[in-house]
């Protein structure tokens, strides 16, 4: 039976029921995946590898009535996290030829769920940038304008669900990188907590980044943190298990919550009229739906946040250089990476491991004191983006002064890195459309390992206000 390719924009569930059902076969649905990447991919370049007969031999596997939660639905991985055999490059030449021989814990849960896995997608070289540029592979496009970016790093991530090639896909956020693609392609984006989802194998912890993934609906990312979250085997930190599925918990209403709201930022920076705007719809119809909304902030931190978050940022993405210097038993060249990788490594390289440790507990101090403000409040809501979504060529990283760049992207999305700090959650979420056509989308914190707050709010948000019917044209 031939699944129709707009099928693809079902919820995971249904898509999930149909195949166990003898509705639809899983092949059909990986076939209409991958119909619709070869439609729509090559003006949007999302991906950077496709397996189609890889995918088509696991879907063939797939019978009717499979019990897998998720057996037979299509999903891409962003390629920065190790799938064996599959392509893995950080988005830079340097490993364009890396294919790992294991798979990381978070890809095996996926797959024991039922998940097809059908190719990995583009990201900024080393997922530095809140843009997809790299400079190997080419930008990934916006699908709502193609003149802009779809964020990132998980940007490939995110326009491939957006356009509807996949109805879910993997990312990480190591300071936004979740959050920021799905508010610029209008789709949900969750943060989950520090701890909550395994970065195993070859990592025990990780300070700044989680893995997680980018969907159309709230009920889908929640039934998604249901399959990753959990302890594994040699786990350096983990958050502790919930009560209750998240999956059984987004079903049901928050009770009235102490909800602030603030449009102030770390970094200080002004924001863009119809970035507030979505911030001042979400809190009215919030309050509209019993809630305690109330002006405040936290005490944010002041200017050298951003060289903080950089002194820790830096080493802990320069580690993809350094794995490749050890394959390849050499140091990259210029035409390898790409001036702000160089730059970023270089600076890391050059940092005292007592000032790196300096830095860490700075960064701790300034995480107690907003985790702090939580106890008064229940949720912070803040914009997504403090501007629309940047035109491709704008930040890229590969200009005369790439550091430059970098805080250039800090300006663009002040809001999110922060709770990268803190460990908090956070999700994006639509609330409509600016003049320009681009998605307009709301950051929503929530108290540590709350996420069950958080996306009982979310999806009362998306009940409120539908968003998944939204598409952008072909």
Request: aromatic share 6%; with cysteine; net charge negative.
């Given at each position: 039976?031939?699944?129709?390719?707009?099928?693809?924009?079902?919820?995971?569930?249904?898509?999930?029921?149909?195949?166990?059902?003898?509705?639809?076969?899983?092949?059909?649905?990986?076939?209409?995946?991958?119909?619709?990447?070869?439609?729509?991919?090559?003006?949007?370049?999302?991906?950077?590898?496709?397996?189609?007969?890889?995918?088509?031999?696991?879907?063939?596997?797939?019978?009717?009535?499979?019990?897998?939660?998720?057996?037979?639905?299509?999903?891409?991985?962003?390629?920065?996290?190790?799938?064996?055999?599959?392509?893995?490059?950080?988005?830079?030449?340097?490993?364009?030829?890396?294919?790992?021989?294991?798979?990381a814990?978070?890809?095996?849960?996926?797959?024991e769920a039922?998940?097809?896995?059908?190719?990995?997608?583009?990201?900024?070289?080393?997922?530095?940038?809140?843009?997809?540029?790299?400079?190997?592979f080419?930008?990934?496009?916006?699908?709502?304008?193609?003149?802009?970016?779809?964020?990132?790093?998980?940007?490939?991530?995110?326009?491939?669900?957006?356009?509807?090639?996949?109805?879910?896909?993997?990312?990480?956020?190591?300071?936004?990188?979740?959050?920021?693609?799905?508010?610029?392609?209008?789709?949900?984006g969750?943060k989950?907590?520090?701890?909550?989802?395994?970065?195993?194998?070859?990592?025990?912890?990780?300070?700044?980044?989680?893995?997680?993934?980018?969907?159309?609906?709230?009920?889908?990312?929640?039934?998604?943190?249901?399959?990753?979250?959990g302890?594994?085997?040699?786990?350096?930190?983990?958050?502790p298990?919930?009560?209750e599925?998240?999956?059984?918990?987004?079903?049901?209403?928050?009770?009235?919550?102490?909800?602030?709201?603030?449009?102030?930022?770390?970094?200080?920076?002004?924001?863009?009229?119809?970035?507030?705007?979505?911030?001042?719809?979400?809190?009215?119809?919030l309050?509209?739906?019993?809630?305690?909304?109330?002006?405040?902030?936290p005490?944010?931190?002041?200017?050298?946040?951003?060289?903080l978050?950089?002194?820790?940022?830096?080493?802990?993405?320069s580690?993809?250089?350094?794995?490749?210097?050890?394959?390849?038993?050499?140091?990259?060249?210029?035409?390898?990476?790409?001036?702000?990788?160089?730059?970023?490594?270089?600076?890391?390289?050059?940092?005292?491991?007592?000032?790196?440790l300096g830095?860490?507990?700075?960064?701790?101090?300034?995480?107690?004191?907003?985790?702090?403000?939580?106890?008064?409040?229940?949720?912070?809501?803040?914009?997504?983006?403090?501007?629309?979504?940047?035109?491709?060529?704008e930040?890229?990283?590969?200009?005369?002064?790439?550091?430059?760049?970098?805080?250039?992207?800090?300006?663009?999305?002040?809001?999110?890195?922060?709770?990268?700090?803190?460990?908090?959650?956070?999700?994006?979420?639509?609330?409509?459309?600016?003049?320009?056509?681009?998605?307009?989308?709301?950051?929503?914190?929530?108290?540590?390992?709350?996420?069950?707050?958080?996306?009982?709010?979310?999806?009362?948000?998306?009940?409120?206000?539908?968003?998944?019917?939204?598409?952008?044209?072909?």
């Open positions: 039976m031939s699944a129709p390719i707009d099928l693809l924009r079902a919820p995971v569930s249904e898509l999930a029921a149909l195949v166990r059902g003898g509705q639809v076969g899983a092949r059909d649905l990986v076939e209409a995946a991958l119909e619709r990447i070869a439609a729509a991919d090559p003006r949007i370049n999302a991906f950077v590898e496709v397996d189609g007969d890889g995918a088509l031999e696991a879907a063939d596997e797939i019978p009717p009535g499979d019990e897998r939660p998720f057996a037979g639905v299509p999903i891409a991985i962003k390629s920065n996290v190790p799938v064996a055999g599959r392509s893995v490059t950080y988005g830079s030449r340097f490993l364009e030829d890396n294919r790992p021989e294991h798979s814990y978070m890809v095996r849960r996926l797959r039922g998940f097809v896995i059908v190719g990995m997608t583009n990201l900024p070289e080393f997922g530095i940038l809140p843009t997809t540029e790299p400079r190997h080419g930008p990934t496009r916006n699908p709502w304008d193609l003149e802009r970016t779809p964020g990132g790093s998980s940007g490939g991530s995110a326009a491939a669900v957006a356009a509807g090639m996949v109805p879910v896909a993997h990312g990480n956020d190591g300071g936004g990188s979740i959050r920021i693609p799905a508010a610029c392609t209008g789709i949900v969750l989950p907590s520090r701890g909550r989802i395994s970065r195993g194998p070859d990592l025990g912890d990780s300070f700044l980044s989680t893995d997680g993934v980018l969907t159309r609906t709230v009920a889908d990312t929640a039934q998604l943190l249901d399959v990753l979250a302890y594994e085997v040699g786990d350096a930190t983990w958050a298990r919930p009560v599925s998240y999956a059984s918990v987004v079903r049901r209403d928050p009770h009235p919550l102490r909800i602030a709201v603030t449009a102030s930022n770390p970094v200080g920076v002004d924001v863009n009229p119809v970035c507030t705007q979505a911030l001042q719809q979400a809190a009215e119809l309050g509209s739906l019993g809630h305690h909304i109330e002006d405040a902030a005490s944010w931190p002041g200017d050298g946040v951003l060289e978050f950089i002194a820790i940022f830096g080493p802990a993405v580690l993809g250089v350094a794995y490749g210097q050890s394959r390849a038993g050499r140091p990259p060249t210029d035409k390898e990476i790409e001036p702000l990788t160089r730059a970023v490594y270089e600076r890391a390289l050059a940092t005292p491991s007592v000032g790196y830095a860490m507990a700075q960064l701790q101090a300034v995480a107690r004191g907003i985790v702090a403000f939580f106890a008064s409040y229940d949720v912070l809501l803040t914009p997504a983006l403090a501007e629309r979504p940047l035109p491709i060529g930040c890229h990283g590969c200009g005369e002064d790439p550091i430059e760049d970098l805080r250039r992207s800090g300006r663009f999305t002040p809001f999110t890195s922060i709770f990268n700090v803190t460990g908090q959650p956070a999700i994006t979420v639509p609330v409509g459309f600016g003049p320009d056509g681009l998605p307009t989308s709301v950051q929503l914190v929530g108290k540590p390992l709350a996420e069950d707050t958080l996306l009982q709010l979310a999806a009362q948000l998306e009940t409120a206000r539908p968003w998944a019917h939204n598409r952008p044209s072909d």
